[in-house]
């Protein structure tokens, strides 16, 4: 499952970068969808014996797809500050016909780290909860048919 866990976090570390310079909106569907594939082709790889195993190893790996996530979150995040800055957000909005002045720059930099503080927790509480449902998935649909092990004490 680590393999899984770590492709997974390098993927959904470009994705958070590429979709983060669009809009960090985006980014919780992308947790959903990385949380149940990671959790689906986690188990699968170390196909455990019981379906009480799945559970851990499964939402560890959505939680490294999660932080994959958010790291490219913050990437990206860094990049759009550096590209756009307080500064092109203010005449922006003095273009469109708004009072720009001093607070926009707070506000811009306060948006910026509360939006990755907020949806990045979001992320992060996403992709291990359907990395849990993935694992499920995987046992319902083929873990439930494997052999018993030959150990009773797995």
């Not at 759009?80 to 009072?99: H, K, P, R, Y």
């Amino acid at each position: 499952m680590t393999a899984v866990a770590l492709i997974a976090a390098l993927a959904t570390f470009v994705l958070g970068l590429g979709l983060t310079l669009l809009s960090p909106l985006c980014l919780p569907c992308v947790a959903v969808v990385a949380g149940l594939l990671v959790g689906y082709f986690g188990a699968n790889a170390d196909k455990p014996p019981y379906s009480r195993l799945v559970n851990g190893p499964s939402a560890i790996s959505g939680l490294f797809a999660g932080l994959g996530l958010l790291l490219g979150q913050m990437a990206g995040s860094a990049i759009n500050a550096t590209l756009v800055g307080a500064q092109g957000v203010g005449d922006i909005l003095s273009q469109m016909g708004f009072e720009t002045g001093p607070s926009v720059e707070a506000g811009y930099y306060g948006g910026i780290i509360g939006s990755i503080c907020c949806i990045g927790l979001i992320n992060l509480a996403l992709s291990a909860g359907f990395g849990v449902i993935g694992g499920q998935l995987w046992w319902q649909v083929t873990g439930k048919a494997l052999p018993p092990p030959s150990s009773p004490f797995v």
